[in-house]
């Protein structure tokens, strides 16, 4: 079963995380951590979603930085609801750009509410 927990990401994401964090607290931007890490199974399944399985397509890739415990997403808290406008992940997206991670929403294929470790 995938985690919110981001005791569930690497090691090395923590500083990442706590730094995405403590910015997020900083901009006023109240946020929820929506997934860390995913079993490959469910990353699977995910992916035949909308293909070969019912459902809207969520994912392009069976090969996910959640498997490997080196992202998370989030959702944006706005007068107490998510919020799912993608204007909204802007400011956040800075933020952990800022802190080194790697934003979905920089990506051909935007992906706002996820944030990721570089690789080197």
């Given at each position: 079963?995938?985690?919110?927990?981001?005791?569930?990401?690497?090691?090395?994401?923590?500083?990442?995380?706590?730094?995405?964090?403590?910015?997020?607290?900083?901009?006023?931007?109240?946020?929820?951590?929506?997934?860390?890490?995913?079993?490959?199974?469910?990353?699977?399944?995910?992916?035949e979603q909308g293909r070969t399985t019912p459902g809207?397509?969520?994912?392009?890739?069976?090969?996910?930085?959640?498997?490997?415990?080196?992202?998370?997403?989030?959702?944006?808290?706005?007068?107490?609801?998510?919020?799912?406008?993608?204007n909204d992940y802007v400011a956040a997206g800075r933020?952990?750009?800022?802190?080194?991670l790697e934003w979905g929403g920089s990506w051909v294929?935007?992906?706002?509410?996820?944030?990721?470790?570089?690789?080197?």
């Amino acid at each position: 079963m995938a985690s919110r927990d981001p005791l569930q990401l690497l090691p090395e994401m923590w500083p990442l995380f706590s730094g995405f964090r403590q910015g997020m607290i900083e901009a006023g931007i109240d946020f929820i951590v929506t997934c860390t890490f995913r079993p490959q199974s469910e990353q699977d399944d995910l992916y035949e979603q909308g293909r070969t399985t019912p459902g809207k397509i969520v994912t392009w890739t069976k090969k996910s930085k959640h498997t490997e415990r080196k992202a998370f997403d989030i959702a944006i808290i706005k007068n107490g609801k998510i919020s799912w406008n993608e204007n909204d992940y802007v400011a956040a997206g800075r933020i952990g750009m800022k802190v080194g991670l790697e934003w979905g929403g920089s990506w051909v294929r935007s992906d706002r509410p996820h944030f990721q470790m570089k690789e080197a």
